[in-house]
């Protein structure tokens, strides 16, 4: 990969580490459907992302530039890692 490094965080499975249906978990959802019902950061940006992105690109071990994007599964990273890395 030309001598880049990625990161690859995923967190699906991860939500219920904190048990079923946990009050917390349950409150902040609700506190966000009440603000976007839907997020799709490649039909339209949305406030939120871009701090998140942002604040990653900070944290990154990486000197030079660094992007961020998120996806939904490591399959959709990998395919657009890959087609952003073709010739």
Do not use: C, W
Not at 54 to 83: R, S
Request: charged residues 20%.
């Amino acid at each position: 990969m030309e001598g880049k490094r990625y990161m690859d965080l995923a967190g699906g499975g991860g939500v219920l580490n904190v048990g079923h249906r946990h009050q917390k978990v349950t409150s902040a959802v609700q506190d966000q459907l009440a603000r976007y019902t839907h997020t799709a950061f490649q039909v339209m940006a949305y406030e939120p992302y871009m701090l998140l992105a942002e604040k990653l690109n900070g944290l990154t071990p990486i000197d030079g530039p660094v992007k961020a994007i998120l996806f939904t599964t490591g399959a959709e990273a990998t395919e657009n890692a890959a087609t952003r890395l073709s010739p």
